[in-house]
């Protein structure tokens, strides 16, 4: 049973204007979020987080907003540029999962592609 | 600052062969954790180690999978032996070993390329 779903496999937005990456999460104990950078052939890299504790955090062209109560985050960016296209992934972790592992919990992923 | 190293970056063996991948985490990050996706499925958590203790194992598939961590350094992870729905790309990550107790942005996971394993 997944926990962090993403429901758009692709999204495809022309250069310049707004992306927005869609996540939700059945886990009422996931209290810190983040999103993660695919590229093929490479690992995930870090790009934004947001804790629970927060609604949004920004970092440059990306905005991440978290909504507790609809258990859903996105990620905004903007303006959307050719080399942001790769694979976006949405990962959650508990720190209350007891076993003192900050363990990520993946979503499938969306792949970006910005269209010049 | 050189990042999180895998080795090979592919494998390709036969059913009920071994193989064994190494991962080679950033200087100083106690924190080393082994991810795995299948094809077509999510990234998906397989243990985590703090220096050479294995803090928590709770996503090993089943004992055909063995990690290690001698000397709290590089890692390993066998597969013996090896199954068809073994394959996948397995990545491992790390990150540095905070003191307060609870998760901060400073500990989030720095990933490998990770290591494509086809088992025919």
């Known amino acids: 049973d997944q926990q962090v779903k993403q429901n758009s496999p692709s999204l495809s937005v022309q250069e310049g204007r707004i992306s927005i990456l869609n996540c939700d999460y059945t886990?009422?104990?996931?209290?810190?979020f983040l999103w993660y950078k695919k590229y093929p052939a490479e690992g995930p890299t870090f790009l934004i987080s947001?804790?629970?504790?927060?609604d949004k955090n920004e970092d440059g062209r990306f905005t991440v907003f978290l909504n507790k109560s609809a258990k859903h985050l996105s990620l905004h960016i903007v303006p959307s540029q050719p080399g942001d296209s790769a694979v976006y992934f949405c990962a959650a972790i508990s720190s209350y999962s007891g076993a003192g592992s900050y363990q990520l919990t993946f979503g499938k992923g969306t792949k970006l592609s910005v269209i010049p | 600052e050189a990042g999180v190293t895998q080795f090979p970056s592919h494998s390709v063996i036969e059913k009920g062969q071994t193989v064994t991948l190494r991962c080679d985490p950033i200087?100083?990050?106690?924190?080393l954790y082994w991810y795995r996706r299948v094809m077509g499925k999510e990234i998906k958590f397989l243990l985590h180690?703090?220096?050479?203790?294995?803090?928590?194992e709770s996503g090993m598939p089943n004992n055909r999978f063995l990690a290690e961590r001698t000397g709290g350094t590089y890692s390993t992870l066998k597969v013996q032996p090896a199954e068809l729905e073994d394959s996948g790309v397995y990545f491992c990550?790390?990150?540095?070993?905070?003191?307060?107790?609870?998760?901060?942005?400073?500990?989030?996971?720095?990933f490998g390329p990770g290591t494509r394993l086809l088992v025919l």
């Open positions: 990550a790390s990150s540095p070993r905070l003191a307060g107790g609870y998760l901060q942005a400073q500990e989030t996971q720095y």
């Open positions: 886990n009422s104990m996931f209290d810190y």
């Open positions: 947001i804790s629970s504790i927060k």
């Open positions: 200087s100083g990050h106690d924190n």
């Open positions: 180690f703090v220096k050479e203790s294995k803090q928590d």
